[in-house]
């Protein structure tokens, strides 16, 4: 009798014997080859800790015919990662949420992420006086989905800059970011909103110092100019310089101003520099820079137009080189946050169902240089850069510090909106989620009270509005149990007594009255009590007894676990 599944497997082994190529791929590699993925897995406790980040849909959209900027290449990108087993070597890789239009405008201007969210190419003829005040015109085109592309590689630097403040990661990865030439109010050389700006605003919220470094052909004058002022961001530019070569910034004499002054570093190079040339001069103003400043996070910029051959590029640095300076910035073993940039030529990005793409490199991950330009740089000129680079640094007379009161500048505003509810951010934003789609919850071992997670009957019973002034009780009395300065934000009426009597008063006219508006916020805070409370207050309850309402049950909640609290 015969085996029908055997019968099946000789089947297909027969078809794909009489396929007209051995090659998984349509394109036939010959004698060349194929790489080997890396297959071993990653030990987390030999290296640090990997988060790679990429934007699903973010490659999808196009620029329009005939411009050099193809966000294809990101999508190329993440297959080559996939394709070569790296994903083996990074512990995380997330599906980065999009930035919400409250975050981009922490850099850019209400009027122009506004511009940006409404203008598509339907209605750029209505919109022609704001799309020339805004410089969206040739470089900068409106295509479908601008705004969702923006978005998207936005959300992707700011997830792995909370990542990096975390502490959860060592090193996180955004290719599709690297946007560093767009400015607070208007777009600029294929850039329309600047992720790394908001990046770097994200790590200062944590970490008092940032090194920036761009390794781009193109000088960050996005970055610069952010940071031109403040002394909390170094920024250190690696760029081709001729005065008329986009975006004609970038002299060596640009230092910074004010209390900027020598925290900007611009290093000019000229045509067909190489690899000998180009790392030693990296290698060695970045360890002064990194020794002077002593960053608590780094932020590298990897634009890919500075490789040879590239369309928009004039040097002649190969992949290994990219690599190296890479690397030398990773063992410094400083929170490192890699984003891409530039890079406008496909075949300079290495294999897999791509391959026809690479036929002329012959499949190699390091092909031979064709086409060099000649170098224009000489050893000389090369060690005035460097020399005048190490002038400048002298001057910074060891690393700023950063008092208190100075970070982070809206330290009000964060602490009232994280003092929000979720129903609260759900109606200002439209959205509830935060970081990556999911939420972390913290809680103290003796913490018995649940917050806005408690499932009680009583609670059921309360309209939206009640509820949400019952969570902000409930996280007040949490911050009261933990420090000792909310005892005394817990009795800051007259008297404990009055206050209980005023708050039952309040409380049985709000069952009559319309719901109450969200300034209220104070009045839930003050419900939230200390765990010590006056011993007449105590007699006074014990003698009457009201009828249960909701802040009684609050309270009681609260009191019952305080015999427990000793640790």
């Known amino acids: 009798m015969v085996d029908i599944n055997s019968l099946k497997k000789h089947m297909v082994r027969s078809s794909q014997a009489t396929t007209f190529s051995s090659s998984p791929y349509f394109d036939d590699r010959g004698p060349h080859g194929y790489a080997q993925p890396i297959t071993e897995r990653v030990n987390p406790h030999s290296r640090p800790i990997v988060s790679y980040y990429f934007p699903k849909g973010v490659g999808a959209q196009h620029y329009g015919e005939h411009h050099p900027m193809k966000p294809h290449r990101l999508t190329l990108t993440n297959a080559l990662v ?7 070597q990074i512990h995380n890789i997330y599906n980065p949420r999009a930035a919400t239009q409250a975050e981009l405008e922490v850099y850019h201007d209400h009027d122009y992420i506004e511009f940006l969210s409404r203008v598509t190419p339907q209605n750029q003829d209505e919109m022609k006086h704001l799309i020339d005040t805004f410089n969206c015109v040739e470089d900068c085109p409106i295509f479908a989905d601008i705004y969702e592309f923006c978005r998207m590689y936005a959300g992707g630097s700011l997830a792995a800059a909370r990542k990096l403040c975390a502490g959860t990661t060592d090193i996180a990865i955004n290719w599709s970011g690297g946007l560093h030439h767009a400015k607070k109010a208007e777009a600029s050389g294929f850039c329309y909103v600047n992720d790394i700006v908001l990046a770097i605003l994200e790590l200062l919220r944590y970490h008092p110092r940032v090194l920036y470094i761009d390794i781009d052909i193109h000088h ?21 310089y001729t005065g008329d070569f986009f975006p004609g910034t970038g002299k060596l004499d640009d230092n910074g101003t004010g209390l ?49 051959c590239d369309r928009l ?30 890079g406008y030529t496909i075949k300079n990005l290495p294999v897999t169902i791509y391959d026809s793409f690479f036929r002329a490199t012959k499949w190699k991950l390091h092909p031979p240089l064709t086409g060099k330009v000649e170098n224009q740089n000489s050893a000389a000129s090369l060690q005035r850069v460097v020399i005048s ?32 509810t979720r129903e609260e951010k759900e109606e200002e934003k439209s959205t509830a989620t935060a970081g990556e789609s999911r939420e ?37 009395v949490r911050k009261v149990r933990g420090s000792k300065r909310g005892r005394g934000r817990g009795r800051s009426r007259t008297s404990t007594s009055a206050a209980v009597t005023a708050g039952d008063d309040k409380d049985e ?35 009457e007894t009201p009828a249960p309402d909701a802040d009684a049950t609050m309270d009681a909640e609260v009191d019952q676990p305080s015999e427990l609290d000793v640790v």
Not at 82 to 88: E, F, I
Not at 267 to 296: C, H, N, Q, S, W
Not at 516 to 527: A, L, Q
């Open 389 to 420: 680079v190490r002038n400048k640094l002298r001057y910074l007379q060891g690393a700023p510090s950063v008092a208190l009161q100075e970070i982070p500048p809206d330290l009000a505003g964060w602490l009232a909106d994280e003092e929000r």
């Open 220 to 240: 960050g004058d996005g970055v610069e100019h952010a940071f031109y002022h403040t002394n909390r961001v170094m920024t250190v530019s690696f760029h081709k």
């Open 82 to 88: 996939m394709g070569y087993g790296l994903d083996k």
């Open 260 to 308: 900027g002054k020598h925290f900007c570093i611009n290093v000019p190079l000229k045509d067909g520099i190489d690899d000998d040339m180009y790392l030693t001069t990296f290698k060695t103003v970045i360890e002064d820079a990194v020794t002077a400043f002593r960053p608590t996070a780094i932020v590298l910029q990897c634009g890919a137009d500075s490789l040879g």
């Open 509 to 543: 006219d709000a069952e009559e009255a319309a719901p109450t508006p969200r300034n209220s916020r104070g009045k839930g805070r003050g419900r939230g009590r200390g765990r010590g409370r006056p011993k007449a207050v105590e007699r006074d309850r014990d003698t």
């Open 313 to 342: 590029g004039a040097f002649n640095l190969s992949i290994a080189a990219h690599g190296e300076c890479v690397n030398f910035v990773r063992k410094f073993n400083v929170p490192l946050l890699v984003v891409g940039g530039g």
């Open 440 to 476: 972390d919850r913290s809680i103290a071992r003796n913490e018995f009270f649940d917050g806005d997670k408690d499932n009680d009957a009583a609670q059921e019973d309360l309209p939206l509005s009640q509820t949400a002034s019952r969570g902000r009780g409930s996280n007040a």
